[in-house]
């Protein structure tokens, strides 16, 4: 619940595979317009975290749209388990579900066949392409992954010391490169 603590966490981790939830239940009905929608997003994405949990009171189909359209998956705590909870739920769009009940959820979940309508559009966002497969954030490596089926590409910039963009994950390139050093401290032609 708390951005700033989440913040210095995953900045101290950085580069370690470590996700994060910023936890939102705790004002209930406060995220009734698009500024705070819009704040969601913003303050999740500040404190480097990947989830921003809603609660089941704020969790609208037009909330639960509204972030994630701006590539922020949403999660919703079910304040007390019932089908008919569980079902406003799935029917809003979230990815997923916080409860205390999960083989009931589950039970409730897989009543939904393939005869029945999808409950949501959802995303399939290549990050940094197909990574496992190709050379990350280059151009072959996002053709591939739109190729095979995704929809949203999310791609990481970094700014070089002479105000360059260029793509890449990492703040450094030893990872992905023969070389070491921060992006940020090399010029484009040191890159």
Known sequence: TNADLL?????????KNIRAILDWTKNPTA???????????????????????????DATREAVTYIQARLMTVWVKQSAYGSYST??????GAYG?????????????????????LLRSP??????????????????SFRKAYETGATH????????????????????IDRTTTGTGSVKNMTLAQI
């Not at 079902?87 to 809003?92: A, D, R, V």
């Not at 916080?98 to 029945?116: E, G, K, R």
């Open 153 to 172: 590409l999310e791609v990481d910039v970094q700014l070089t010391s002479d105000g360059q963009l260029v793509v890449m994950h990492d703040s450094t």
């Open 123 to 140: 995303y399939n966002i290549a990050h940094r392409g197909i990574p496992n497969d190709y050379p990350e954030g280059s151009l072959y």
């Open 97 to 117: 579900i916080l409860t205390a009940q999960p083989s009931d959820v589950y039970n409730d979940f897989v009543t939904y066949t393939d005869t029945l309508p």
């Open 7 to 15: 913040k210095t966490i995953r900045s101290s981790n950085a580069g």
């Open 31 to 57: 995220l009734n317009n698009k500024n705070a929608w819009q704040s969601v997003v913003n303050t999740t994405n500040a404190c480097r975290a990947n989830v921003a949990l809603i609660s089941e009171t």
């Open 87 to 92: 079902n406003c739920i799935l029917t809003t």
